[in-house]
């Protein structure tokens, strides 16, 4: 194990990306808001639908000075789809090739994530809000081991059948029934909301719908649209009642969507919304549907913007410790600052497949993202160029994979940081 590690220290270092000097630091000691968008693709923003903006408030967000937004930005969940989101984002390494690394190896793992991260070296306080019962996917095992503070489960909200949907609370009452806790935490926090309300099936309750379903003949691609516009007019909710808590101008508001709402096989319905043919769509359009929103809004700042910078989950927690003043370097990461001249724009998916800013690579097809056609004879260059992009991806699964399934982290401590003890925590409602 000791040369494995070796070997991962190694990778990890060549991989790192050193902060930009414009961007480091810009949101130092900003309460940090993550907001997890379930099931959230980014064919979404801007999308219109009879006519009608789906999502109107995420696209002003989107398109606004305050927030530094992406639009080449993908999924690389696995089978862990919502866990494997949270790992990537939380702990810079990916979820496993099989099952969930948080129901798998979640209880027993070591952990340096964001929470203790961020309440060691900055003394943030730390909570998750997610209104579905705390075992899911072993959050409440997880989230003692990534150092968190507080995990409010749907205990500590009014769980009438009238405020539930499949997966728990709906999102409306998440965000105004959490307020009274988030104004309770110490400052500055880190804070994450999981919603729940646009998760397959897509269904919700006749008085909660205010936007026309879909007409593709699959109930779950109508209902998408349904779902994603209350999801929608939840986040505009929440940050009203961030600025009347006066939350808001301390603040950094990240959002991220976690994977597809719609399957491949469902994207033959979709097609045609997107003024594209079933007959045509391959596996490159899969590909691309896998783009989801990431989002950083920074009240006051003026210098955001669209960048088409390619990305993934993986590379959000260097990309935030960054802004936020902490430099990644002696933390084990698989990704890298979205914002660094030297990120790797290699994006890997956990089956092995990538994109890169020229091609899309799916098993050995090599597609051209400027035209979507197969590269059947590929030249010299591009050739090593592929080798390169897939070396680079199959060593990041690999790696990250023995650093999780050996429990490697054990054996590295970084500078200035103590394990965790999960023992600290307690997340019981005592006023149940
Ligand atoms: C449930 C929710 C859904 O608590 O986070 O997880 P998913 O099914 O998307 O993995
Ligand atoms: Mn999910």
Do not use: C
């Not at 060549?14 to 414009?22: E, G, H, I």
């Not at 995420?58 to 949270?86: C, I, M, P, R």
């Not at 490159?284 to 960048?307: A, L, W």
């Amino acid at each position: 194990t000791g040369s494995d590690l070796n070997k991962i220290i190694e990778f990890t270092q060549k991989n790192y990306a050193a902060p930009n000097s414009k961007m480091f630091g810009i949101a130092k000691n900003k309460n940090v808001i993550v907001i997890h968008l379930e099931s959230f693709q980014q064919f979404l923003i801007d999308f219109k639908l009879n006519g009608q903006e789906v999502t109107p408030f995420l696209n002003s967000l989107y398109h606004g000075k305050e927030t530094y937004s992406f639009s080449n930005f993908f999924n690389q969940v696995g089978q862990g789809k919502t866990s494997d989101a949270e790992t990537m984002l939380e702990t810079g390494t990916f979820g496993l090739s099989q099952g969930s690394l948080f129901s798998t190896l979640g209880t027993d793992n070591t952990f340096e994530a964001m929470p203790a991260i961020l309440g060691q070296s900055l003394n943030y306080s730390s909570a998750v809000f997610h209104g579905n019962s705390a075992s899911f996917w072993n959050r409440d095992k997880v989230y003692k081991n990534f150092g968190y503070q507080y995990f409010f489960d749907a205990s500590y909200y009014n769980q009438d059948s009238n405020n539930l949907t499949e997966y728990g609370l709906k999102d409306k009452l998440l965000f105004h029934d959490s307020v009274k806790y988030l104004e309770k935490l110490q400052q500055p926090f880190y804070a994450k909301f999981i919603t729940v309300s646009n998760h397959f099936p897509f269904t919700l309750d006749e008085q909660n719908k205010s936007f026309e379903a879909a007409n593709t003949g699959d109930s779950s691609v109508d209902n998408y649209f349904v779902t994603a516009h209350y999801l929608d007019q939840a986040v505009k909710e929440f940050f009203d009642y961030l600025k009347a808590s006066g939350l808001y101008e301390n603040s950094v508001i990240v959002l991220y969507g976690d994977h597809y709402g719609i399957s491949n096989s469902r994207n033959l319905k979709l097609a045609s919304l997107l003024g594209k043919s079933s007959s045509t769509w391959s596996d490159y359009d899969n590909v691309q549907m896998q783009r989801v929103p990431f989002m950083i809004h920074i009240p006051g700042q003026e210098n955001g913007g669209i960048s088409d910078t390619y990305g993934g989950e993986i590379d959000v927690m260097p990309t935030l410790l960054h802004l936020l003043g902490i430099d990644s370097k002696k933390y084990l990461l698989f990704g890298s600052d979205l914002f660094s001249k030297d990120h790797n724009q290699t994006v890997a998916f956990r089956n092995e497949n990538f994109i890169t800013p020229n091609y899309t690579v799916v098993g050995s097809t090599i597609y051209e993202n400027s035209t979507g056609n197969v590269v059947t004879h590929p030249s010299k260059k591009v050739k090593a160029e592929i080798k390169k992009a897939r070396e680079h991806v199959t060593q990041s699964l690999s790696l990250s994979d023995s650093l999780n399934n050996k429990n490697l982290l054990r054996f590295y401590v970084p500078s200035d940081f103590t394990p965790v003890d999960p023992r600290e925590f307690n997340y019981k409602n005592e006023v149940e």
